[in-house]
């Protein structure tokens, strides 16, 4: 059913599709008749940032695009802080993001969701990977998988986990186990092949290796965590920044072994600094703040950033309304531009 419902409906209308392996299919759950189910014309749409640093233009651009995209079709948006990285999050960042992206004129449905307050739901979707026997554990280090990831193995692109946990005997994990490294849990992927239409890029596909869905520290993977919490929330269009294109065979794979359905994806081009590289500090005025402290004014950072994607002319300082009259897709950059 559920491969019915993304191969009949969504590949004609040219949204993600998954191609499984034969293999797949047999462990492939129904749609729970309980769960939204997407339909073409479903766009809400969100922002995600996670509280590890201050945005950047790049990141607010994404921010106003991921706003046009679901406004322009008059859908909800929604705010979710993705925090689940403790190690990384910093405090009082989010509330920065937040305020940052209230001064573009950005608005959002609801509260402002944590995925930290969320981990109870992770966990069950965790729990039923498990159940399903899909999981097994892995004990390997960051250094083991590189270097192993180094050498090469067969349908896996390079830097994929080699599967080096996957079939150890009982006697063999109880060993590691007792070494007292505590093991992450990866979901046999059967190096899926899962291809999907992004709506700016195009056909794209890739091979999903076995991913880890809990990390070595207990709190669920980023790649669970976004497909978990983009379904609870009804999310049906997901904007975000071209750098993380890489992730979404992975994300497909994970809501089509959870029975989930699938949101269309939508990956915008990255800004680089005049040299060429990904906007970073070096660059001088990259934060909403630092142009500020520049002179400007937040309506003309905004009108920046849209003149950057064709929605502005020199000099002109658009309402959001105008924005919204004028947003067309099928007229955005798809390359990394220059701000
Ligand atoms: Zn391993």
């Not at 679901?70 to 910093?90: E, K, N, P, T, Y």
């Not at 990977?129 to 270097?147: K, N, Q």
Request: hydrophobic letters at 40%; one cysteine or more.
């Amino acid at each position: 059913m559920m491969l019915d419902h993304v191969l009949g409906c969504k590949v004609s209308e040219g949204l993600p599709a998954i191609v499984t392996t034969p293999r797949l299919e047999g462990i492939m759950r129904p749609m729970p008749a309980d769960r939204h189910i997407h339909g073409g014309e479903d766009a809400t749409g969100r922002y995600a940032p996670s509280p590890t640093g201050t945005l950047h233009l790049g990141n607010l651009r994404t921010a106003l695009l991921a706003w046009l995209f679901a406004r322009s079709q008059g859908a909800r948006f929604l705010m979710r802080i993705d925090d689940l990285d403790r190690q990384r999050v910093r405090p009082g960042i989010a509330e920065q993001q937040l305020a940052d992206l209230a001064a573009l004129g950005l608005d959002w449905d609801g509260p402002v969701v944590r995925q930290s307050a969320r981990t109870e739901h992770h966990a069950a979707a965790i729990a039923r990977l498990e159940a399903d026997g899909a999981l097994y554990p892995c004990f390997c280090t960051r250094a083991e998988i590189r270097h192993a990831a180094s050498a090469p193995h067969g349908a896996h692109p390079d830097g994929s986990y080699p599967g080096t946990c996957r079939e150890l005997t009982r006697a063999e994990r109880a060993a590691r186990d007792a070494a007292g490294r505590p093991p992450a849990l990866r979901l046999r992927a059967g190096a899926a092949r899962v291809a999907f239409t992004d709506r700016l890029l195009g056909p794209r596909e890739g091979v999903v290796d076995d991913l880890v869905v809990r990390r070595n520290d207990g709190v669920a993977a980023y790649n669970l965590a976004v497909v978990v919490d983009d379904t609870a929330a009804g999310v049906g269009e997901v904007v975000r920044g071209a750098d993380l294109i890489e992730t979404t065979p992975r994300q497909l794979h994970v809501a089509a072994r959870l029975g989930m359905p699938t949101p269309r994806y939508t990956h915008v081009p990255l800004v680089l600094g005049a040299d060429g590289a990904r906007l970073a500090k070096r660059h001088g005025a990259v934060t909403l703040a630092g142009r500020v402290a520049a002179g400007q004014s937040p309506l003309e950072v905004r009108a920046a950033l849209a003149r950057s994607v064709g929605l502005a002319a020199p000099r002109e300082l658009p309402t959001l309304d105008e924005l919204l009259h004028r947003f067309d897709p099928s007229v955005l950059p798809t390359e990394p531009t220059v701000l």
